[in-house]
């Protein structure tokens, strides 16, 4: 019975965790969107915004493709690297199967596409997530104030 509490507790961990990163990850999303529109600066801004840039259509790997290609447009030295790993951190807490270690260490543990189980401390993992968060947003929140500048002065 004990088993069964400790797992209810270490999956609530892992879920609360979770809703936190999908919450961080909806703010680089809209950055992500908010250069992305600005740069190519569509006569209708609602319908892209909702319609065309939505996760439905355009999933995040593509839009960091596009952010990458915008970069490279402008001659911008691409910072942006870590945002697939903040997607990689979110999906093992979305997916991961948690559990507790010999050392009392609650754990994630992820299928790699080699087939190989990787085995990640819960802590560590959140604490990595959110040191990229904080280094891909403020990257993010630089880089579209350079875009509404250079947009500015094209007008």
Known sequence: MKDIELMKDIELMKDIELMKDIELMKDIELNIDNIILYYI?????????NIILHHSKIPMGAKIKILNTICHNIGEQNHFEDLHKLITIRNVFAHGKPF????????????KSDGKIKKSELDKLAEDFLKLFNEQNQKLIQ?????KNQYKKNQ
């Open 100 to 111: 507790e270690d010999e050392n009392m260490i609650f754990k994630l543990a992820e299928l």
């Open 143 to 147: 880089f579209h104030g350079k875009i």
């Open 41 to 49: 600066n569509p006569k209708e801004l609602g319908f892209t915004r």
